[in-house]
């Protein structure tokens, strides 16, 4: 009659706090771990470590896809993967279980919340751009929108489509022009004496078009000649 041999389960005791990453690179995740898991055939003198630096690598990969503001989904992402009976690559463990506690400060879950709606409000605020500049009546349209039944506000109105025209305009060839130009200034200024080459030029074109703009605003007059 054949005896199969069973190792026993050694226990890993609770160990941390250990910092995972968050979302934010500068905001962490606290993690305490607990498991347990059979030793494997490949002996090593500190199998407990090696326990815990495979927990935490693989906890991490795991945590870094969440705000500090949802750690009761991160912790329950982790643990759904962790609680999986996992081997050791190397044989130095079988059947390891974690079970990771996270925590997080107040502070840090203040600020991922504030990160959240920070990228939120620029979500918006890209999408009302977009919109504004193919459709400029908008801008008007959502005024009276917001102020029902109230006088139309004739001059209120004219100015929403002015700002509406500057947007459009700022994006159609203003923006273009300056990120056409500060790239060309990146690609040619490689030295301070091209920089200079190349602002020069720009001061020469303002004054070439209007000397008085170009006087108010103190910018050198080039050399005559």
Same mark, same amino acid.
């Given at each position: 009659?054949?005896?199969?041999?069973?190792?026993?389960?050694?226990?890993? %005791?609770?160990? !941390?706090?250990?910092?995972? &990453?968050? =979302?934010?690179?500068?905001?962490?995740?606290?993690?305490?771990?607990?498991?347990?898991?059979?030793? !494997?055939?490949?002996?090593?003198?500190?199998?407990?470590?090696?326990?815990?630096?495979?927990?935490?690598?693989?906890?991490?990969?795991?945590?870094?896809?969440?705000? $500090?503001?949802?750690?009761?989904? =991160?912790?329950?992402?982790?643990?759904?993967?962790?609680? #999986?009976?996992?081997?050791?690559?190397?044989?130095?463990?079988?059947?390891?279980?974690?079970?990771?506690?996270?925590?997080?400060?107040?502070?840090?879950?203040?600020?991922?919340?504030?990160?959240?709606?920070?990228?939120?409000?620029?979500?918006?605020?890209?999408? *009302?751009?977009?919109?504004?500049?193919?459709? %400029?009546?908008?801008?008007?349209?959502?005024? *009276?929108?917001?102020? &029902?039944?109230?006088?139309?506000?004739?001059?209120?109105?004219?100015?929403?489509?002015?700002?509406?025209?500057?947007?459009?305009?700022? !994006?159609?060839?203003?923006?273009?022009?300056? $990120?056409?130009?500060?790239?060309?200034?990146?690609?040619?200024?490689?030295? %301070?004496?091209?920089? =200079? #080459?190349?602002?020069?030029?720009?001061?020469?074109?303002?004054?070439?078009?209007?000397?008085?703009?170009?006087?108010?605003?103190? *910018?050198?007059?080039?050399?005559?000649?």
């Amino acid at each position: 009659m054949r005896f199969k041999f069973r190792r026993r389960r050694i226990e890993v %005791p609770r160990s !941390g706090p250990y910092q995972l &990453p968050t =979302a934010l690179e500068a905001i962490r995740f606290d993690a305490a771990i607990t498991g347990s898991f059979t030793p !494997g055939s490949a002996r090593h003198s500190e199998v407990t470590s090696v326990v815990l630096v495979d927990a935490c690598n693989r906890a991490a990969s795991i945590s870094q896809a969440f705000g $500090a503001d949802d750690v009761l989904a =991160a912790g329950a992402a982790i643990n759904a993967d962790l609680g #999986r009976p996992r081997d050791c690559p190397n044989d130095h463990y079988k059947q390891l279980t974690v079970t990771v506690g996270l925590t997080v400060t107040a502070e840090a879950a203040r600020a991922a919340a504030e990160h959240r709606r920070d990228e939120a409000r620029i979500a918006r605020m890209k999408h *009302l751009r977009s919109v504004i500049s193919s459709d %400029p009546s908008l801008l008007a349209i959502e005024y *009276l929108d917001r102020n &029902p039944g109230a006088p139309p506000d004739l001059a209120k109105i004219v100015e929403y489509y002015k700002m509406a025209g500057y947007l459009q305009e700022a !994006g159609e060839w203003w923006g273009s022009l300056l $990120a056409a130009w500060n790239e060309l200034v990146a690609i040619s200024g490689k030295t %301070p004496q091209e920089r =200079a #080459r190349v602002m020069k030029r720009l001061r020469d074109a303002i004054y070439e078009m209007d000397a008085g703009l170009a006087a108010k605003h103190c *910018l050198p007059k080039p050399p005559d000649g």
